[in-house]
């Protein structure tokens, strides 16, 4: 990583120039539902910097690290970034909280697409949690706070520091989850806030919020209802819409709603599917 250039780095930034998610999820764009293809990745819960490179090479536009509910610490999630990133893959970075500091060590990872997974919306301060997410993203170019001292950001995209600090702020990409009533009631306002890119629909905790079996989201009408809600506030707000998946069906059934970016299972997922599948199979030597 290199300070080598700065000034002339920053004033040669394209402007218009799209990255990461944001240039992914740009073919989602005013495509009728049915026909658009949307963003789909992978969820991992799971240290190891070796699995994270077999999976960010399977073909998924991008893996996200859950550093909220994951066997994630700090270290890990540099680690989980970098194997990610240099295999072409997008990472994204679940935050275990919207704090300060925990935003910034997320970006400063190098990733700059991160997922607020924020329970609570206080119905008198609706955009509070996320904005205080979203002032800690940017560089202060940007009304932010964030520091310009990380440099394993630039190396992991094999920038110089000009270059680096001349993009970033572009490529942050900021969804926050709903998944709570209080977050639903709020939906609306939520995804008029400058700064949130993406509402992502968090189904079983949005389904436990309103006192129904968790789990048991695909079968109830006002959960369903709940989703279309959030699907349609996030358009109406020109946002993108996201959703948690966990099989296949799921993914298609969604794209055809209409929502742009699902991820297909997860780490978790895939190891306890497979085992529980391949032992029910020899049952009977069982």
Not at 46 to 53: F, M
Not at 119 to 136: E, K, Q, V
Not at 274 to 279: D, P, Y
Request: proline share 6%.
């Amino acid at each position: 990583m290199s300070y080598a250039n700065l000034a002339a780095n920053v004033e040669n930034v394209d402007e218009g120039a799209l990255f990461g998610l944001h240039k992914l999820l740009a073919r989602t764009r005013d495509v009728p539902a049915g026909e658009k293809k949307p963003v789909v990745g992978s969820w991992m819960q799971l240290p190891g910097a070796n699995l994270a490179r077999m999976i960010a090479s399977m073909g998924f536009d991008f893996v996200l690290v859950d550093a909220e509910h994951g066997d994630i610490d700090d270290g890990e999630m540099h680690r989980l970034v970098a194997a990610i990133g240099n295999q072409g893959c997008s990472p994204i970075v679940r935050i275990p909280a919207p704090e300060n500091f925990i935003v910034k060590r997320a970006l400063d990872t190098g990733e700059a697409r991160k997922f607020v997974s924020y329970c609570r919306f206080p119905s008198a301060r609706a955009t509070r949690p996320t904005g205080d997410s979203i002032a800690a993203s940017p560089y202060s170019a940007l009304n932010g706070v964030r520091g310009a001292g990380s440099p394993f950001a630039p190396a992991l995209f094999k920038q110089s520091m000009g270059d680096y600090l001349a993009n970033a702020n572009k490529q942050i990409f900021l969804a926050v989850q709903i998944e709570t009533e209080e977050g639903l009631e709020n939906c609306e306002e939520i995804a008029k806030v400058d700064g949130i890119d993406m509402l992502f629909v968090g189904p079983n905790d949005l389904c436990s919020s309103m006192g129904l079996p968790p789990l048991n989201h695909p079968n109830e009408p006002l959960v369903q209802a709940a989703i279309a809600r959030v699907l349609k506030a996030a358009h109406d707000a020109g946002k993108y819409a996201g959703i948690f998946c966990v099989t296949p069906e799921q993914v298609l059934q969604r794209a055809e709603q209409g929502f742009d970016f699902m991820n297909l299972g997860a780490d978790t997922v895939a190891v306890g599917a497979w085992n529980g599948e391949a032992l029910n199979a020899i049952e009977k030597i069982r």
